[in-house]
């Protein structure tokens, strides 16, 4: 149990630079701030992550990806509120992909505000061999409605990495990221694209309240060069993208809203 501060949206404000108060209720995927990782700096492995075990299972590829989620916000989740998270394990395949050897990691997070359930997160995690190469799916561009230009500085992706005490070096250590895992650049985090989709589509419609989300991972998004948030209107809500510096869709999502 832990309680909805506020001190984070304080400074995930200042990261999208959203001028506006914080509200009474944390904004949805506000419980990504919550129930951070608290790994002991000694358990760390090379790539920043904890050692698996404990409720994630200790699959032995050494790669890992938030590939997507699919959300349902069934009620806001007050600030200051007392809040538990029930975490259960949906599924665990194994495959072989173009790339080698593949794992497949479904876990579902239920999150309370006191006995009322707030927010179901379906999520999907991807494990795969250091020597897999990280293909990507055939790209794809759409057309937008709305699109914002985002700047993949190295400080955003630190201070996000800070803002959820997130360790992947990939993120931060360059060296790291082309030397060891073989990435171009630094990576932009899923979950920070998944976060700047929301942020978009709040600023467009910004009375709306975001009953779903369903998001997927395509492609990876680098610190090389500016890439894109885009959206699309459509009844009781909305497509959104992150394109890359190249127009490709990077991820995908479908916002579910009422307003």
Same mark, same amino acid.
């Given at each position: 149990?832990?309680?909805?501060?506020?001190?984070?949206?304080?400074?995930l404000?200042?990261?999208?630079?959203?001028?506006?108060?914080?509200?009474?209720?944390?904004?949805?995927?506000?419980?990504?701030?919550?129930?951070?990782?608290?790994?002991? !700096?000694a358990?760390?492995?090379?790539?920043?992550?904890?050692?698996?075990g404990?409720?994630?299972?200790?699959?032995?590829?050494?790669?890992?990806?938030?590939?997507?989620?699919?959300?349902?916000?069934?009620?806001?989740?007050?600030?200051?509120?007392?809040?538990?998270?029930?975490?259960?394990?949906?599924?665990?395949?194994?495959?072989?992909?173009?790339?080698?050897?593949?794992?497949?990691?479904?876990?579902?997070?239920?999150?309370?505000?006191? !006995?009322?359930?707030?927010?179901?997160?379906?999520?999907?995690?991807?494990?795969?061999?250091?020597?897999g190469?990280?293909?990507?799916?055939?790209?794809?561009?759409?057309?937008? !409605?709305?699109?914002?230009?985002?700047?993949?500085?190295?400080?955003?992706?630190?201070?996000?990495?800070?803002?959820?005490?997130?360790?992947?070096r990939i993120?931060?250590?360059?060296?790291?990221?082309?030397?060891?895992?073989?990435?171009?650049?630094?990576?932009?985090?899923?979950?920070?694209?998944?976060?700047?989709?929301?942020?978009?589509?709040r600023?467009?419609?910004?009375?709306?309240?975001?009953?779903?989300?369903?998001?997927?991972?395509?492609?990876?998004?680098?610190?090389?060069?500016?890439?894109?948030?885009?959206?699309?209107?459509?009844?009781?809500?909305?497509?959104?993208?992150?394109?890359?510096?190249?127009?490709?869709?990077?991820?995908?999502?479908?916002?579910?809203?009422?307003?």
């Open positions: 149990m832990e309680f909805a501060a506020r001190e984070p949206f304080h400074r404000n200042a990261l999208l630079d959203r001028i506006e108060g914080d509200g009474d209720h944390l904004p949805p995927l506000g419980h990504w701030l919550c129930f951070l990782p608290d790994a002991p !700096q358990s760390l492995g090379a790539d920043g992550h904890a050692e698996r404990g409720f994630l299972p200790p699959v032995p590829l050494p790669m890992r990806m938030w590939a997507g989620s699919r959300l349902t916000f069934a009620a806001p989740i007050p600030f200051e509120s007392e809040i538990t998270r029930r975490s259960t394990i949906l599924d665990l395949k194994e495959k072989t992909g173009r790339t080698g050897p593949l794992a497949f990691l479904t876990t579902r997070h239920e999150i309370f505000a006191g !006995q009322d359930l707030c927010v179901t997160e379906d999520l999907d995690l991807v494990f795969r061999d250091r020597s190469g990280g293909a990507t799916a055939v790209g794809e561009r759409r057309e937008a !409605q709305v699109s914002r230009s985002i700047t993949p500085a190295s400080t955003l992706l630190f201070r996000y990495s800070a803002l959820t005490f997130n360790a992947h993120h931060y250590d360059r060296d790291y990221a082309t030397k060891e895992e073989g990435y171009p650049g630094l990576v932009v985090h899923g979950p920070l694209l998944a976060t700047l989709l929301v942020d978009h589509f600023r467009h419609k910004p009375a709306a309240r975001i009953r779903t989300l369903d998001f997927r991972a395509r492609r990876p998004v680098y610190d090389l060069a500016p890439f894109t948030v885009n959206l699309v209107d459509k009844p009781g809500g909305a497509d959104v993208w992150a394109a890359d510096a190249d127009g490709y869709v990077a991820m995908a999502a479908e916002v579910g809203a009422d307003g």
